[in-house]
C-alpha cells in the first residue's frame, strides 16, 4: 500500500490518493476528496492482463505537471511504473 498527497497549485483541488494490491492482483486507486465530496471514491485500477506480486511493494510519487507515478512488480521480477 502507497499514499500521496495531490494537489494542483493555485487552485483548490486537493486529494489524498491511496493505492493498494487486492486479492486479485489488481493495483487499485482509491482517492479522498477533501472539496467537492468530502469522502473516498475509487479510481483506476491496473489491467487485469498483469501479474502483479503478491507482497509486493508499491510506490507513488507525483511530480509538477500533475502526474503520479505508481512502481511496483510483476511476478516475472519486471519493475513497472505506471502513470496516472
Given amino acids: ?12 483541488y486537493d ?10 492482483g489488481t ?3 482509491y482517492y479522498w476528496d477533501f472539496l467537492v465530496n468530502d469522502d473516498w471514491d475509487t479510481g483506476p485500477e491496473t489491467s487485469t492482463n498483469y ?3 503478491s507482497g509486493t511493494p508499491i510506490a507513488v ?7 503520479e507515478y505508481v512502481h511496483f512488480q510483476l511476478t516475472n521480477g519486471t519493475i513497472v511504473r505506471g502513470l496516472v
Fill in 1 to 12: 500500500m502507497a499514499c500521496v498527497v495531490f494537489n494542483k497549485p493555485g487552485e483548490k
Fill in 15 to 24: 486529494y489524498l490518493n491511496v493505492y493498494m494490491r487486492n486479492n486479485t
Fill in 27 to 29: 493495483i487499485l486507486q
Fill in 51 to 53: 501479474s502483479i506480486s
Fill in 61 to 67: 510519487c507525483n511530480d509538477e505537471q500533475l502526474s
